[in-house]
């Protein structure tokens, strides 16, 4: 299994900037990918970003520019993050940290709790 803790989520002004990690944990040996993507209210859940284990990016064409991701690893924790810049209302969602694993044949998504991000005008 693999857990995963968002943080770094808040309230700021358009224009502003936010960075979000994740760090996950458990077996991470197994994790493929890992991406970002967010909820708003009464939308559906939305694909920002992911990067594989051997740092291949993919971004939605919605925040290419504005948002970039990363990651970063120690001994037993990867960490995940994603850089938001020039933030606008549209912004404000629920962001998930999501972790694609693959064991063999079997493959299994993992979802952090999420983090609220809100963007006031």
């Known amino acids: 299994q693999v857990q995963l803790v968002e943080s770094g989520g808040g309230l700021v002004q358009a224009g502003g900037s936010l960075r979000l990690s994740c760090a996950a944990s458990?077996?991470?040996?197994?994790?493929?990918?890992m991406g970002w993507y967010r909820q708003a209210p009464g939308k559906q859940r939305e694909f920002l970003a992911t990067?594989?284990?051997?740092?291949?990016?993919?971004?939605a064409d919605s925040v290419k520019g504005r948002f970039s991701i990363s990651r970063d690893s120690a001994k037993n924790t990867v960490y995940l993050y994603l850089q938001m810049n020039t933030l606008v209302p549209e912004d404000t969602a629920v962001y998930y940290c999501?972790?694609?694993?693959?064991?063999?044949?079997?493959?299994?998504?993992?979802w952090g709790q999420g983090t609220q991000v809100s963007v006031s005008s």
């Open positions: 990067i594989t284990s051997d740092g291949r990016t993919n971004q």
């Open positions: 458990g077996s991470i040996f197994s994790i493929q990918a």
């Open positions: 999501n972790a694609h694993t693959a064991r063999g044949h079997q493959s299994y998504d993992y």
